[in-house]
């Protein structure tokens, strides 16, 4: 499922909730037209939380009780690269 946005002929800004099926696109819900950034986003807002209904959550949170390091800042290092094959021609 997925916000869809579209434009209507008074200019205004539709918020659906949609999902792709069999590669065609099917509107579950219609929840109203926005006319400013404050709607809009209070409209999206309400979107995401129908769409997380039901819907579990990782918890990211790699460090346990017994760590005492605080998470790395930035993108972890890069310790080596390179490709090899992953099947062979017999």
Known sequence: MYIQRVKTSSGATAVQIAQKRHGKRQILEHLGSAHDELTLAALEQVVRQKIQVGQLAFDLDLHTD?????????????????????????
């Open 66 to 90: 017994d760590t005492k390091t605080a998470p790395a800042k930035g993108p972890p290092p890069v310790v080596g690269w390179g490709c090899t094959a992953a099947w062979q021609i017999a």
